[in-house]
């Protein structure tokens, strides 16, 4: 059964930084991009930062970019999503998901649409706030 996980969210400062971790089960993630999403309270649910199978290629959201750092470790099944310098502007429910196309979404730079396969994890709070 497919199912992602994400943990490591909680409340950091303004400028702070948080881990978050993405572990997916049913599926192994060597053959399938991976995205971060995230939903602020009254937004819409929004890509953040893409990852293909092989760790290559790596892509963010220009409201990211040079802030948020995306990696896979192979052997864990898991995605991190490194965030520094974090605003309060961040703050939202951070969700991933993996699809096959997502390599090519990745590899044009292109928005990653919502998963098709399974549902959306719980994901993980993130709260910047003073």
């Known amino acids: 059964q497919l199912e992602f996980v994400e943990s490591g969210g909680g409340l950091v400062q303004p400028g702070g930084s948080l881990v978050l971790s993405c572990v997916a089960s049913?599926?192994?993630?060597?053959?399938?991009?991976v995205g971060w999403f995230r939903q602020a309270p009254g937004k819409e649910r929004e890509w953040i930062s893409c990852i293909g199978s092989s760790g290559w290629p790596i892509n963010h959201a220009d409201s990211v970019k040079g802030r948020f750092t995306i990696s896979k470790a192979h052997v864990e099944n898991t995605v991190y999503l490194r965030m520094n310098n974090l605003q309060p502007e961040d703050t939202a429910i951070y969700y991933c998901a993996a699809e096959p196309e997502y390599n090519q979404y990745c590899s044009n730079g292109a928005v990653l649409p919502p998963p098709k396969l399974g549902p959306w994890g719980q994901g993980t709070q993130v709260t910047v706030s003073s």
């Open positions: 049913g599926i192994t993630l060597d053959y399938y991009g």
